[in-house]
């Protein structure tokens, strides 16, 4: 009998091992959004336009205020600790002076209102669900016209003439971390920091007809910002 069922477990057909799960990866690519803080400083003063002499000494003055992200890229995992990625966004800014930048008796409010950025990070993961990295890259901000005001008398009182709105271009570096949500494998929570700095640029100051001063300002910015964001990844390579 022990021999019949031996031979009847041996002709029964094994039951196949499950598959394993999908390694875990980074590599693939995502879109994200999120909210952040930001503050800007720049060096600036007057000078004539044209021909750029100066005219003033050097003033400083700056901004702060929220902002909002959009962006997407893709990353690579080369290695089982390492990654490089490349990425682009888009910040909406609402990054403006409290108080008037005065530059001798003459000041205007401004404000950041947007900025793009595109650039390449490089990944550490110190565990498979964390990445830090490092980044940089390329970017644009966008400050708004700035409507004079003679600031020698109180209330400052305008002057009828203005700076046109204006691109500045640069560079940037940052770092931050993700962190794979356990509940979500495919959203990530992405926290970075970003310095951003802009190359001089000269300004003319314009009356409201359009008719030109033979003025204008020298302002050289930088921009620091600070962003929380989820990130939904989507990978095209397999894994998960």
């Avoid at 990054?95 to 000041?107: E, H, I, P, R, T």
């Avoid at 401004?110 to 669900?129: H, N």
């Amino acid at each position: 009998m022990g021999g019949i069922a031996n031979a009847a477990d041996m002709n029964m057909p094994l039951k196949a091992p499950a598959p394993p799960p999908p390694a875990l990866t980074w590599t693939g690519c995502y879109l994200s959004g999120g909210i952040g803080y930001g503050m800007w400083n720049q060096q600036h003063y007057g000078e004539t336009d044209p021909g750029h002499v100066p005219l003033t000494n050097t003033f400083t003055s700056g901004g702060e205020g929220w902002l909002g992200r959009v962006g997407g890229g893709c990353d690579y995992q080369f290695n089982p600790s390492f990654l490089l990625g490349a990425f682009g966004d888009y910040d909406f800014m609402n990054l403006k002076s409290q108080n008037l930048a005065d530059v001798l008796g003459v000041g205007a409010f401004e404000k950041e209102s947007a900025s793009w950025a595109a650039g390449v990070r490089l990944g550490y993961l110190p565990y498979p669900e964390l990445l830090t990295f490092i980044s940089g890259g390329w970017t644009q901000a966008r400050f708004d016209r700035q409507n004079l005001f003679d600031t020698t008398v109180m209330p400052a009182v305008p002057l009828g003439a203005f700076m046109d709105a204006h691109n500045y271009n640069g560079a940037f570096i940052g770092g931050g971390y993700e962190y794979r949500l356990p509940f979500a494998p495919n959203v990530t929570w992405k926290t970075e920091y970003r310095y951003n700095w802009y190359g001089a640029d000269d300004l003319p100051i314009l009356l409201d007809s359009g008719a030109a001063t033979g003025a204008g300002e020298n302002s050289k910015k930088t921009v620091q910002t600070v962003t929380t964001s989820l990130d939904w990844r989507f990978n095209l390579w397999g894994g998960r």
